[in-house]
């Protein structure tokens, strides 16, 4: 019977032993978050995410520093975008998710290279920018492009913009509510012809000395009124941003930046 009990006894602690030594790297791991991008199952929508989900999506999965090469040498371009030989001509709408706020890169160089027929980007405000210094290329040859939303960017740490915009030729609007500096820009704003913020877009001014409000950025500017809409985020309906609310359907008004339901949204 004493040998029985202490068998037991034996056994439960083993048991127990077990159970903590698995338990704690699963308990670990779930709990463990990432950035990554989802392709949708169609391939028109990037999705960006960072948190511990990434095995509940849809869709094809990238992590956030994959990347791909090509054959004229080019390197480093990420797995989601476009390269030097081949472009991107399937992805129409590009997403931050909430989560991504928390998530510190130091570069968004060549995030959208190539994304020839790109059209829309939600949520650039869930990119955390504190801690970024390449932004180079970025947007180069996203052709589809009309409206920029940059919301509370810091830049501070930014080194290089070069290319940023480069061939962005619909380009017509970049919202931007601060004046951006940094050490390189060569050929931040060539080729985007359509811009026009404080001043039309002018091909010997294409450097980071006209990111501000005298050059190619626009004021948002929200009134009182659509703050308040901005930050109830149950608000009904569809406003301008001064504040007036509009009747009817997005998709069938005119081309610019409206508050609908309490969160910005684009319309081309």
């Given at each position: 019977?004493?040998f029985?009990?202490?068998f037991?006894a034996?056994?439960?602690?083993?048991i127990v032993?077990?159970?903590t030594?698995?338990?704690?790297?699963l308990?670990?791991q779930?709990q463990?978050k990432?950035?990554y991008?989802?392709?949708?199952?169609?391939?028109?929508t990037?999705?960006?995410?960072?948190?511990?989900n990434?095995l509940?999506?849809e869709?094809?999965?990238?992590?956030i520093?994959?990347?791909?090469?090509?054959?004229?040498?080019?390197?480093?371009y990420?797995a989601?975008?476009?390269t030097?030989?081949?472009?991107?001509?399937?992805?129409?709408?590009?997403?931050?998710?909430?989560?991504?706020?928390?998530y510190?890169?130091?570069?968004?160089?060549?995030?959208?290279?190539?994304c020839?027929?790109?059209?829309t980007?939600?949520?650039l405000?869930?990119?955390?920018t504190?801690n970024?210094v390449?932004?180079?290329?970025?947007?180069?040859?996203c052709f589809?492009?009309?409206?920029?939303?940059?919301d509370?960017?810091d830049?501070?740490?930014?080194?290089?913009?070069?290319?940023m915009?480069y061939?962005?030729s619909?380009?017509t609007?970049?919202?931007?509510?601060?004046e951006?500096n940094?050490?390189?820009?060569t050929?931040?704003?060539?080729?985007?012809?359509?811009?026009?913020?404080?001043?039309a877009y002018?091909?010997?001014?294409?450097?980071v000395?006209?990111?501000?409000?005298?050059?190619?950025?626009?004021k948002?500017g929200p009134?009182a009124?659509?703050?308040?809409?901005?930050?109830?985020?149950?608000?009904?309906?569809?406003?301008?941003?001064?504040g007036?609310?509009v009747?009817?359907?997005l998709?069938?008004?005119?081309?610019g930046v409206?508050?609908?339901?309490?969160?910005?949204?684009?319309?081309?």
């Amino acid at each position: 019977m004493r040998f029985n009990s202490t068998f037991r006894a034996l056994g439960a602690t083993f048991i127990v032993l077990l159970c903590t030594l698995f338990a704690a790297p699963l308990s670990a791991q779930a709990q463990e978050k990432e950035a990554y991008v989802v392709l949708s199952e169609d391939e028109t929508t990037l999705t960006f995410y960072y948190d511990a989900n990434i095995l509940n999506h849809e869709g094809t999965v990238l992590p956030i520093d994959e990347t791909q090469s090509d054959e004229e040498g080019g390197y480093g371009y990420p797995a989601w975008a476009g390269t030097l030989k081949e472009a991107n001509t399937w992805v129409k709408k590009a997403k931050f998710d909430a989560s991504f706020k928390d998530y510190l890169p130091t570069s968004i160089g060549c995030w959208f290279y190539n994304c020839q027929n790109l059209e829309t980007i939600e949520g650039l405000e869930n990119i955390n920018t504190s801690n970024v210094v390449y932004m180079y290329s970025m947007f180069v040859n996203c052709f589809q492009l009309k409206t920029l939303i940059f919301d509370k960017w810091d830049v501070s740490k930014v080194a290089d913009m070069s290319d940023m915009f480069y061939n962005c030729s619909s380009l017509t609007t970049i919202y931007c509510d601060s004046e951006w500096n940094c050490e390189t820009s060569t050929d931040m704003f060539t080729g985007c012809t359509s811009l026009k913020g404080a001043v039309a877009y002018d091909a010997t001014q294409k450097d980071v000395s006209m990111a501000n409000h005298e050059g190619y950025f626009s004021k948002v500017g929200p009134t009182a009124l659509s703050r308040t809409v901005l930050n109830a985020r149950k608000a009904k309906g569809i406003y301008t941003l001064q504040g007036k609310r509009v009747d009817g359907k997005l998709q069938h008004l005119p081309a610019g930046v409206y508050i609908v339901n309490g969160v910005l949204e684009i319309r081309n």
